[in-house]
């Protein structure tokens, strides 16, 4: 090839010399100047540079015959694999390295055509059309083959190779709220994420032994000046890679408006599977996508990048615009979160993001992406600090029954108590919000979270919860139910803080504080309720004992059963959950109670028939045991044990 190149080359300089000798000849001969012995030797010297002329017309047109030649069995080539429905890539390394061979023949036929200056000869005009055309045909076949490559030898990786790892109950918020405190509540490890994968990683998309062969297509596409079909071909193909691989994924792409419409179950569940995708998009196959472009392009400069942009944007765009949909919606407390594990990954990602799209052609994916975690924070910032006012105007129409530990405070402190697993990222979106705003913000200086801004908030939610629950006690009529209702929803807190991270954040002070509230309800509690039972037992009336007086005797008997079976039957009612906070208050009872019971017992048994006597110590302190367990009991067929 060189050699015949070299003779047109050749052949193309002489007859530029040729033809400039001869316009000076002609220029001279007609010269007034020049004598007939000048002219004539010019004349001779010009028909000598015409028989020249012509022997290089002759070797021009060898040339052109020659150039003619190899175009023809180049394209008999091509045209052989038009009728042949066989890829050319599938029949073995040989054929392929022959095609390749064969276009680059063609390249060269059009290059020395379009050296050649044949004053504007038809049959070369006509070659150089018939040579393009060729090379469109073959072209237009590496283009096929391009795609079919990478169809034919695409790789995806098993979904299961990162997983998102979450046991937590969703909190929700209403009056058929079940407790999750018996429940393990696997709170996310912020060690990693709480996601359960290793580092980024490196995967090939593309079979690595067919990267020589899509290179060598680039090579020559590029070379013929079709690198804007190889790109849009390449990237076509990719894209389709992609769609098929959220499929695999089971990741749905949908508009902002069918996010916002969505239930909280639903949403709930594409939020968690948008986590799981998201973080394998971006840190594996968007890497993995990076490197094969660079792999192909990386010698065509800046095409590689502009490519997997263009790629990454079929990638990108669904995910950021349900995070976009998911920041402007709903900022009811059970959402947060899911939002703080969408944000969190966000900023896990960041960084990632920015190193895949530093180059200029990925600024407006980089800057969306940026947009979107400051979106994320400030929706996940205000859904935190909207929870006080849920809280404080949470309804207080119906009294709880029993006494007993209401909904709302199980809600509230199995809420902020897993909130204690986002301190990280909650911390520092909330860093900029001063507690001295805040209500309750005392604490003992025993550690440094009781006094970050995060703890002070978390006291003053249960600030605020107590108000209400203060607001709810007073549907209570009867004041001991208040006491019960109070002594066991701030017990219920007071246990919350003691038995988990909540305790860094609240400090042993507000341990203190609240471990008295709750003993000083309960110390009210005995006083409104068996103050009655133990006015029936003092010794305020000895007088009538001394007098001998057995109906005294005999009454007061009788109202101490009446007053005690009316007790121990709304008593028997009140519910006390805690095991130990019911068997404290039991004990408290019945120290005070069958103490006196006993000294009243031995005082009148002297006096009136023990057919009076109902009930006997012991019967009293079985009967205490059964106060406080949630269901009423009636004494009114009570047997006296023999």
Known sequence: MEEHQSTIFTTEGEQHVVAAAQHILKALATSKSVNDGLRKTLLDLETHLSSMSTRLADRNGKCIRELERRLQCAEDKVMSWEANNLMIWDSGPRESSEYLDTVGEIQSVTQSLQSLSVNENEKQKELVRQADGVLQIAMSRLEEELVHILVQHKQFFEPEYMSFHSNRVD??????????????????????????????????????????????????????????????????????????YFVILGMEKMSIENVLRMDWSCLSSEMKKWIRVTKIIIKVYLAGEKRLCKQILGQFGSVYESCFCEISRNFMLPLLNFGEAIAMGSHAPERLFRLLDMYEVLEDLALVVDILFFEEAGCFLRNEFQKLVRSFGHTVRSTFLAIESTIATYPSTKKFPGGGIHHLTRYVMNYIKTI????????????????????????????????????????????TLESNLRNKSKLYKDMSLRHIFMMNNIHYMVQKVKSSELSQFFGDEWLRQNTGKFRHEAINYERAIWSSVLSMLKEDCNHHFALGLKATSKKRCTDFNTVFEEVYRTQTGCCVPDPQLREDLQISISQKLVHAYRNFIGKISS??????????VDDLEGLILDLFQGSSKSLSNHQRRK
């Not at 006096?607 to 006997?616: F, L, N």
């Open 171 to 244: 909190l929700v918020l209403d009056e058929s709220f079940n407790s999750v405190e018996d429940e393990p509540v696997e709170e996310p490890s912020r060690s990693d994420g709480g996601f359960g994968q290793p580092a980024a990683c490196t995967i090939d998309l593309v079979h690595p032994d067919v990267i020589l062969d899509l290179k060598a297509i680039a090579d020559v596409m590029f070379a013929s000046k079709y690198h804007q079909e190889f790109c849009q071909a390449f990237i076509t193909s990719r894209r389709h890679a992609l769609d098929e």
């Open 420 to 463: 204690t697993g986002y301190q990280v990222a909650l911390g520092k979106l909330i860093a900029d919000v001063s507690s001295e705003a805040l209500p309750d913000t005392e604490h003992d200086g025993s550690s440094s979270l009781t006094t970050c801004p995060m703890a002070c908030h978390l006291r003053s939610i249960t600030t």
């Open 607 to 616: 006096s009136i028939s023990e057919k009076w006597i109902k009930y006997t």
